[in-house]
């Protein structure tokens, strides 16, 4: 875990403005935020799983607003491919596709070598068990289970974990307690981005609902309604190792200094790009793993060849 502050810390002693005269508190937290996005979106790491429930009528899903993209899915434990749009149709075309699926396999009954086919078949509307999740990119807004389930399953998705945005200055998330029972009590999110925000500016919620923050009092009120803001409703850590705290420092200051206009602060903007991205690239080549990267006890003979 990073902590905010220590990152913005690091950050105002080498701009040289720990009153923060030229670059406000939120400005940097901007600045952080975009870098931590910045290195995960190279990395692909953290990653999470989300779990969800999909039916003959919900096999169309959303990406979960807490990943980036799709990696994986299974359903019981069992694994599912995941293809493209193009893929599902060329297979369709040629007549690949399977047209019975028994206890999760696939079954295809062949004549002659070539596989049984309906011209009219449409893929998209075939049932049976799910084999696959269709998407088109990575970062795909709908994720499609095929074939449509014909009966209610829970499917997990994995993916890169979204990173939340962090902010001391203003709440990540607050209580939506306007429900008298607590059971129906909501964690609702600050959707807009900050970018520019200054405490007079409003806070839109993820209904939609427009709030002003008071930030002595730490109430957000609107519509009628206010809530308190406690400490919890802060986001001030990422879940990115410490040994990783430079690159969303030089990160900052690439996007600090661009906010000057002498060829001098460009200078040192591009300087500390190319640092920033020297550690993205050596966080790129050690974070994921794989067999081959983990060595020594247990795992000391796993690639030793014996003739």
Known sequence: MIELADIRSRVVTILQDTSYTRWTKTELNNYINDSLLDLVRTIRLPTADVSLTINSSTYLLSLPTNLMDISGGSIDGRELPIVTTSEMKSLASQGRLPTVVKDGEYSVTEIFGNPIWSKIEDWTTSTGTPQALVIDQKSSSTIRVWPIPTDQALIKLTGTQRPKRMSD???????????????????????????????????????????????????????????????????????????????????????????EHDLRNVEKSEYFKNKKLAITIDAHRTEPIHPASITGGVNLNRFIVRR
């Open 169 to 259: 200055e203003v709440p990540y998330s607050y209580t939506d307690n306007s429900e008298t029972d607590e059971e129906f009590w909501e964690t609702r999110t600050i959707a807009n981005s900050l970018n520019g925000w200054t405490s007079t500016d409003e806070l839109v919620d993820s209904l939609g609902r427009s709030f002003v923050f008071d930030s002595t009092s730490q109430i957000i009120s609107g519509a009628g309604v206010e809530f308190v803001i406690i400490e919890s409703d802060y986001v001030t850590t990422c879940d990115i190792d410490y040994v990783w705290v430079d690159a969303l420092t030089f990160g900052a200051l690439e996007r600090a200094y661009l906010k």
